[in-house]
DNA sequence: AATGAATGAGGCTTCATTCAT
DNA sequence: CATGAATGAAGCCTCATTCAT
């Protein structure tokens, strides 16, 4: 069918068995996508390592791609529950001062390295679907919106357009940690590099950047 | 497994008529492999579309990730080319002020303008041979080491470990340019955006970071 | 091989409830086959069409080509009905003349038309079962037997062999119409074609072949 | 690509050894598709019946519709050519009596005889492809018009519209004497059967249906 | 009886690569 | 050196059918 091409997933599990099928799937193929990479995948491996036969498989997801993306997927709702807990710890009213910008870091940090290769696939290899809504997108939208509303709620905030910044120091910090995780942590003492990166940002948002 | 995986070239293309069948393959995957990715990209039609039957192809290139590879390192060596340019326009004894850095953050975006696609899969989709050396560590190395002798020349920078400094700023406006070039250009005016970058580099590196 | 290749109905529906599962499941089967083709047709999408599970279809058919040929020799069943009808109304005394004629042939074109797209399918798809016992044999038999004993009552006959003179007559007008119905509607109007077949069949079998 | 549901050949044989391997698929198809239906055969069964690798079969053929469609336009061409030798024995001032009815239907039934179960799949499996234009077709009009213009030659002719007489006329025939060699050949001996269709026909189109 | 999850043989097709000419 | 025909391993995916619940 048209399904084919679709991403949409094909089936929704209703009963427990095939919710846990589906499941399993995934965290095959979570695996076998981080040790193969996204070419090197195959739908077949991806079934076995699950332990699970190709048709079932074919039940739930249309097409490889939409493995990929319903993990990509995943990963961002990880994301953002990581987010939310910063959120929630750090409470509604709170400014971005440099210990909290250092404490954000360290978590982007440490959420990377939970599965440094599953989110090296999410980063660099999705963007083959250029066309497809990226959930990274959306991770990124909501955490920059909330960066900049701690920024709203910070006085000595050197920026205007807060939108911007939100987006620039989220995108940074994202990316410099990746690197780091990935390819990295054998050059620079991990918290020298957090220091720094918290260095970079506090200067460029904050008019007092005291980072300790 | 001899040549098969080999990535060098199979036989140097000595006479002009076979350098030029080199040079109107590598054309020609470029174009391809711009169009449709590393992945969609099939050795057929790039012979094809180079004039060139898929024998001629594989007399120059043993395989299909030779070219790209191939195509990476003309990449890389205009990537240097740029850099040198700017070297030698700055000359030796320059410093860096807020406005060399706006400069060579224009540079940066004018560079990843030329051919933004076959960038990207350079940088996106490469990572995918983790095993191989990637060019453009090198081309990194080479510009962090020219930022880090521009630091050197500076007085006022904030900074102690140069080289790391240098790194960071290589690696952060070599990807927000990056993003910015394929993603958001229709997002945020191109001379906000420079100003922006220049402004973070600027004051993360500077102790005086005027930018204009 | 005992079962699966077996063309009987698994389990004689006798309960009223049953009887319904399967009328329902036909029915469902005659649209997607119609729609789809033979080939097309997947019991899943039968079963769903039925609002009926994939596993209450197999508990009623052996295999998806059983449920193509119950219908077809349901097809089969409205096609005698329809002769016998047309028998009852002539009477068993009646002669063929070129009016019968031509009523017989408004009869069969009017058949023709319930499900074109379903007729075609017994029609021509059905073959791809070769071994097996074509309902639509069965029929054109008793319509040749009818129009024998229509011939047998019927004076200016010119032909001697009327079992094969009836069997010409049924075969030409059904493949005929059957063209005419799926092909070429829009190529001549219904009355010329009509005539045209009737003055056909009525100039082979009549020595005086007035059709009106 | 698109190309994998269209119907046109991949790329025109120009060598002399692939014009070879072209006709070796077509024949082995045409064994293929004879003895399992067109459902039953296989693009790999195909393949190896010919002593070719999958991979050049598609070469030629961007899939297994394209073979069977390929493969009746040859046979419409033989058809064609069949039709082309009568007319050039009759002459281009003939005009259609008795014998010249009889001696087409003689040929169409040696026609068919070539490979009934080609044509059987030419006639009952092709219409699958409703959309595509059916060589049958073609064949179909150029007899029509062939038939036709003998009726403009002929006087003592019953039918006023020749154009419907003449589709009628090759319609019936190809019909009833397909049938025949398929499926009754041993119920009615041939000579008795190219009388009576004659018969038929030359009664249908003439004022003076003399046969023989 | 009904459900629908699971199965898996096997079909179609691609494309990097080789090799005869 | 060039050509392009040929190769075939291997991937994706379907769908008739079974089976646990």
């Known amino acids: 069918m048209t399904d084919k091409d679709s991403l949409n997933p094909r089936k929704q599990p209703s009963q427990p068995r095939s919710r846990n099928t589906v499941a399993v799937i995934l965290e ?31 039940q739930y997801f249309p097409n490889k791609n939409a493995i990929l993306l319903k993990l990509a997927e995943q990963h961002t709702r990880e994301g953002l529950d990581f987010l939310d807990r910063i959120v929630r710890d750090v409470g509604p009213s709170a400014c971005l001062d440099g210990p909290l910008i250092r404490r954000i870091i360290e978590a982007m940090i440490a959420f ?23 959930g990274a997108a959306e991770v990124e939208e909501i955490a920059a919106g909330f960066i900049e509303s701690l920024l709203r709620n910070t006085k000595g905030v050197r920026k205007q357009n807060l939108k911007m910044a939100a987006r620039l ?26 220091s720094e990166l918290t260095d970079m940002m506090a200067r460029y948002l904050l008019a007092d950047p005291k980072t300790d």
């Open 169 to 194: 120091f989220v995108q940074t910090v994202d990316w410099l940690s990746h690197r780091y995780i990935l390819y990295e942590t054998d050059v620079v003492e991990e918290d020298v590099f957090i």
């Open 28 to 58: 095959a193929a979570a695996q076998v996508f981080s040790s193969s990479g996204y070419a090197g995948a195959t739908t077949n491996h991806i079934a076995e390592r699950a332990g699970v036969s190709i048709g079932s498989l074919y």
């Open 112 to 134: 990377h390295k939970r599965d440094p290769e599953l989110h090296r696939i999410s980063l660099e290899e999705l963007p083959i679907f250029k066309h497809i809504a990226n």
